[in-house]
Nanobody
Framework: QVQLVESGGGLVQPGGSLRLSCAAS????????MAWYRQPPGKQRELVAT???????NYADSVKGRFTISRDNAKNTVYLQMNSLEPEDTAVYYC??????????????WGQGTQVTVSS
């Protein structure tokens, strides 16, 4: 059993900042790539940022220069620092991870989501 639990969402004014966290727990052998996705109201889920096990990162064009993904492998945690937030960033943010539960078996896992609302 593996769980991903997000935290850190909330209401913020335009131009403000939030930091999301996602902690993985359970029968974890190794965590591979981790990512953040988001689903704006009435729209499809979209990829925000990814980070590999060695720290290589990629970002959606819409968040480049404003968001930073990072991870703490000792804590099995991935973060998303969001700066200069815009109303268009309003969405439910989901954590995603590829996790090995032993040396040969891996699965893809999702968190439950955390709401981020950018509004004055």
């Amino acid at each position: 059993q593996v769980q991903l639990v997000e935290s850190g969402g909330g209401l913020v004014q335009p131009g403000g900042s939030l930091r999301l966290s996602c902690a993985a727990s359970g029968s974890i052998f190794r965590i591979n790539a981790m990512a953040w996705y988001r689903q704006p109201p009435g729209k499809q889920r979209e990829l925000v940022a990814t980070i590999t096990s060695v720290g290589s990162t990629n970002y959606a064009d819409s968040v480049k220069g404003r968001f930073t993904i990072s991870r703490d492998n000792a804590k099995n945690t991935v973060y998303l620092q969001m700066n200069s937030l815009e109303p268009e960033d309003t969405a439910v943010y989901y954590c995603n991870a590829d996790i090995n539960t032993n040396w040969y078996r891996w699965s893809n896992y999702w968190g439950q989501g955390t709401q981020v609302t950018v509004s004055s």
